[in-house]
């Protein structure tokens, strides 16, 4: 039974709930991008995946253990990263010191800097050096060195041109390829439907499609509203 499940899940913030009864299934091997306006729940929703915040109500598991109530450690022990928005490289650290904060062993930082042929030229380098393009490949990289085999990203292209943003995607891809489940929340909407295979929308905190990026990419109309809200 693998894969991470959503079930029901419901988020209250302030005044009343930002996610209500929302339900997906994450698959290893694919990436779902989820799309939807701001203030949708976007964000809410990952939150509470990897346990930021807590669920009103619902279930979130992983191959089949329930989550919904455990720590964040004890999700990322499962095999659960979150790279949330916004988040920053230790600039006093060179790369190769980033990435051993989180990979396992001396090999993992090897393969993954394989994957990076930008940082493994400034391996060295402290990343407060680097454009803020090579540091969001640090944040990237640091989160593949864990291995997750379940990977939430929000909005990595945050402070990014397109074009930079561009060249982080492959990478995505690739790590999808080696079998992670990716959820995906991202700006640059076509971009990232253009590397998933799933897709969900979502829109003041409910979702209103689910099905392939292919078919929601070829409903104009649907995407349309999804970016609107409506
Ligand atoms: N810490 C918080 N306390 C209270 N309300 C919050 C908090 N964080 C978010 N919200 C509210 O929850 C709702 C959903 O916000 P969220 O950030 O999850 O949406 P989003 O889809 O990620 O938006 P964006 O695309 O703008 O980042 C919004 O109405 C927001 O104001």
Sequence with gaps: MSGLRVQDVTV???????????AFTLEPGRITALVGPNGAGKTSLLESISGVVPAASGSVSIDGTDITKQSRVARAKLGLAHIEQGRAVFP?????????????????????????????KRRNSPTALLSGGEQQMVVLARA??????????????LGLAPVV????????TRF???????LLVEQ?????LGVSQDALVVSSGRVTFQGTAKELLDAPETLHSAYLGE
């Design 12 to 22: 209250t913030r302030g005044a009343g709930p930002v996610i209500r009864d929302v």
């Design 92 to 120: 006093g650290l060179t790369v190769v010191e980033n990435l051993k904060l989180t990979a396992r062993t001396w090999p993992r930082v090897e393969e993954v800097l394989a994957l990076f042929p930008e940082l493994e």
């Design 144 to 157: 593949f060195a864990a291995r997750p085999r379940y990977l939430l990203i929000d909005e990595m292209s």
């Design 188 to 192: 640059f909407t076509h971009l990232a």
């Design 165 to 172: 943003f561009t060249r982080l995607l492959p990478m995505v």
């Design 176 to 182: 999808a390829e080696e079998g992670a489940a990716i």
